[in-house]
């Protein structure tokens, strides 16, 4: 008994943990944020160099040991992306803007789809798509969730709803993959329009709710 009860203990502690670190990432990430919106007098490497000198982000890092410390760069690296377009937009002036499966756009299309593709995308048990870096990704489609398993034979889950006007939203549940579980809370919602069907493709337009971050990706029928 004596056992089980430390077990869970423990566990609610984790738990406790995780979710400590994950909003104190977050609020790091909202005042570093601020750091950017507010010098756009500078130039980018002059805000950047801010950014890597604020005595905040110095602090945050002393509660982590040398071995944790590349995991949590990389956890900021990749949720700063998500939660902060100043920094977005910084990133992509020093990276290729575009390529042939992932367009950055500006402002939302209107769905020209018609309702035979639409269905077909719509019923499709299986899908995949190349990342920004031309790699493959399933994904399966099972009791309404979206599951995509990655190259490196990690996974991500995640919930699928579909919305009227061709729309559709995913969830987030869960996810092994580094990128994505940093990149991601649970139950953060993500946008989407299937927007045509060219060739062998669909055009999906992903975005966030305030359609600050605007995208669309090539989706195939497997």
């Known amino acids: 008994?004596?056992?089980?009860?430390?077990?869970?203990?423990?566990?609610?502690?984790?738990?406790?943990?995780s979710q400590n670190i994950d909003e104190k990432r977050d609020i790091l990430i909202h005042n570093l944020c601020n750091i950017l919106s507010k010098n756009k007098n500078l130039n980018d490497l002059e805000r950047i160099n801010l950014v890597n000198q604020d005595v905040s982000l110095i602090k945050y890092f002393k509660v982590f040991s040398k071995d944790e410390?590349?995991?949590?760069?990389?956890?900021?690296?990749?949720?700063?992306?998500?939660?902060?377009?100043?920094?977005?937009?910084?990133?992509?002036?020093?990276s290729e803007k575009n390529n042939e499966n992932w367009i950055t756009l500006e402002n939302l299309p209107k769905s020209t789809i018609n309702d035979k593709d639409y269905n077909l995308v719509k019923s499709a048990s299986e899908l995949y798509?190349?990342?920004?870096?031309?790699?493959?990704?399933?994904?399966?489609?099972?009791?309404?969730?979206?599951?995509?398993?990655?190259?490196?034979?990690?996974?991500?889950?995640?919930?699928?709803?579909?919305?009227?006007?061709?729309?559709?939203?995913?969830?987030?549940?869960?996810?092994?993959?580094?990128?994505?579980?940093?990149?991601?809370?649970?139950?953060?919602?993500?946008?989407?329009?299937?927007?045509?069907?060219?060739?062998?493709?669909?055009?999906?337009?992903?975005?966030t709710k305030d359609l600050n971050n605007i995208v669309k990706f090539k989706l195939y029928i497997q």
Do not use: P
Request: hydrophobic share 35%; charged share 30%; glycine share 0%.
């Open 1 to 17: 008994m004596k056992y089980y009860l430390t077990y869970i203990l423990f566990l609610i502690c984790s738990i406790s943990f």
């Open 69 to 94: 410390i590349q995991a949590e760069e990389e956890a900021i690296f990749y949720r700063f992306q998500k939660n902060c377009k100043e920094y977005t937009d910084i990133i992509k002036k020093f």
């Open 129 to 207: 798509y190349f990342d920004y870096e031309g790699n493959k990704t399933i994904v399966k489609i099972e009791d309404n969730n979206w599951i995509e398993y990655f190259i490196d034979e990690s996974f991500s889950k995640l919930k699928l709803y579909w919305i009227k006007n061709n729309d559709f939203n995913l969830e987030f549940l869960e996810s092994n993959n580094s990128m994505k579980k940093s990149f991601s809370r649970k139950r953060e919602i993500y946008q989407h329009r299937v927007l045509s069907k060219e060739n062998n493709y669909y055009w999906i337009a992903s975005y």
